[in-house]
């Protein structure tokens, strides 16, 4: 079997990596950026400490906000515009997914005009020409954005996510910086985190992982279970938001070459349908879906409890694997994410239709354990 690992060109890492932005646009040859963020970063200052940076070098760029959190076909075709009225020649993400994901969206489609329409790009599009080249400076511990070949757009029309795969989309440069983190409130601070931990836990038990994969994941898990509590409880605390800036890329380095499982599969259609947070309806669902999974997981979930703090010594091979499914739920509940779908507006009556959308998810391949929609509208019920 041939394996596949695509990795950015340079990536940067560390607090107040962000001065090095000028360094990585002369890298990559290019004059004026459009730069992708979201009005909230805007609004809190975020956007302007990488705005300086940008001023202090009199690197020219114009900024474009119109991202929401679910990025939508029409925030790209809007880029797109934005972009070319610009007279750009790379972009400057920063953000969380929604900006990298809209900045990749603006990137392909400028590069392959042919894939304007945006809904053909879903699934492995067939383009033939890189992508703008993309700096990407990710303001979230969770979606490793700046370092996949995924985007994720929601087709408005069809009310469903469409999850993109495709090389020639990863950015050029990724800059982690934890200093860009330290504003996110608890709660954003815990979902994307969780998010991470469902991409490094998924990743580890995929049908396409390899040894390669599981070195990456399984210490992302290990990572990621030190330091969100700490993250979520300190937000100021400087190791715990570098060590999820860094455990979060670990395993987008991973999953973006592996891909994930039925946990995304069955978190799509939560966001697309009813605008619940992706890492929120990640978090609610791995636990259950870990179980779900368990016996075709028996050799790998052992190394998750480990990883998760937990002393497997004596155990059996199922009862660390239900230990391991015990730990992601106390994380979860620890960092106060909800258990339950109908906290969140969510009802038996909504469930058909979610299943439907999570079956033909690009994700649920994936998953180690073979599913059917039953299973599915199962499993939403398990946590209604």
Known sequence: MINRFILNEVSYFGPGARKMLPEAVKQIGKQKALVVTDPGLIKFGVAKMVTDVLDEAGIRYEIFSDVKPNPTVSNVRNGIEAFKAAEADFIVAIGGGSSIDTAKGISIVINNPEFADIVSLEGCAPTTHKGVPIIALPTTAGTAAETTINYVIIDEEKQKKMVCVDPNDIPAVAIIDAELMYSLPKSLTAATGMDALTHAIEGYITKGA??????????????????????????????????????????????????????????????????????????LLLPTIMRFNMEKCLDKYPAIARAMGVNTTGMTAEEASVAACDAVQALAVKVGIPQHLSELGITENDIPRLAEQALSDVCTPGNPREVTLNDIEDLYKKVL
């Not at 509590?229 to 592996?258: H, K, T």
């Open 210 to 283: 390899w040894e390669m994969s599981d070195m990456f994941e399984i210490e992302a898990v290990r990572m990621i279970s030190k330091y969100l509590p700490v993250a979520v409880e300190e937000p100021s605390n400087a190791d715990a938001r570098n060590g999820m800036a860094v455990a979060q890329y670990i395993a987008g380095m991973a999953f973006s070459n592996v891909g994930l499982g039925l946990v995304h599969g069955m978190a799509h259609p939560l966001g697309s349908l009813f605008d619940i947070p992706h890492g929120v309806a990640n978090a």
